[in-house]
């Protein structure tokens, strides 16, 4: 069975610090990765995919996450934090043709302006 | 485009009765897949289901809780006599047909159940 761990539980930073959110999945097969935002509030939101090609993505609001296949990992990054990036981040990995994504704990990310 | 849609926002139930859930998939989307998030924990797969179809149920506990995807309406989860520990967030997400950008899901508001 797939398993998705993201390390960092919480995370806190002032405004302008880099981000790097850490997510590794177990499974050795083809994959599709993502990663999702939940806005204090509100329903998740896609912020960018992996299915194939180029392992470095860019997805909205400036992140941008790197797939690592021989790491197995999916960082997310964000060079310079806002306050607004304030939420809870969720990587979620498909593998082996599965229909259903496993979803890692989530990281809660604060930043103070 | 409507995206997700559930109804209720919020839902408060006494022990013992019956909670409703019901999700609207996107305009042309026939799949639904329904998550319950619990504090402090992540999105747990609870069942996928296609158009008058339950495909994969393995998330969902074998007593109380049921879901359905008629041919017309809403998708619906129904947990009888709850419990305390139903109290959750419960979203549902809906994808396109198979194929394209099958594997991306797109999430309802959720559902904020509240078991007193």
């Known amino acids: 069975a797939q398993s998705v761990s993201q390390h960092n539980h919480h995370v806190i930073l002032s405004e302008a610090a880099s981000l790097e959110l850490g997510c590794n999945y177990s499974?050795?097969?083809?994959?599709?990765l993502f990663w999702y935002v939940q806005y204090p509030g509100q329903h998740l939101q896609l912020l960018l995919k992996?299915?194939?090609?180029?392992?470095l993505v860019k997805g909205i609001k400036g992140f941008e996450a790197e797939f690592i296949k021989s790491k197995f990992s999916f960082n997310l990054r964000k060079p310079s934090v806002q306050w607004s990036d304030t939420a809870e981040y969720f990587c979620?990995?498909?593998?082996?043709?599965?229909?259903?994504?496993?979803f890692g704990r989530g990281t809660s990310l604060i930043v103070h302006p | 485009n409507a995206g997700v849609m559930q109804n209720p926002r919020h839902l408060v139930r006494r022990r013992g009765q019956e909670a409703r859930l019901r999700c609207s998939p996107m305009k042309g989307h026939s799949h639904v897949y329904w998550y319950r998030q619990l504090p402090e924990e992540g999105l747990k797969f609870m069942v996928y289901l296609q158009k008058e179809n339950i495909i994969d149920e393995s998330g969902m506990p074998k007593e109380r809780f049921s879901a359905e995807f008629p041919k017309e309406g809403p998708s619906i989860l129904r947990i009888q006599q709850v419990v305390r520990g139903d109290s959750a967030a419960y979203f549902c997400?809906?994808?396109?047909?198979?194929?394209?950008?099958?594997?991306?899901?797109?999430f309802g508001p959720g559902t904020r159940l509240t078991v007193t």
């Open positions: 499974y050795g097969g083809t994959v599709n």
């Open positions: 979620a990995v498909n593998g082996g043709g599965s229909y259903i994504p496993t």
């Open positions: 997400a809906s994808s396109p047909p198979i194929g394209g950008d099958f594997y991306e899901q797109y």
């Open positions: 992996y299915f194939s090609g180029d392992p």
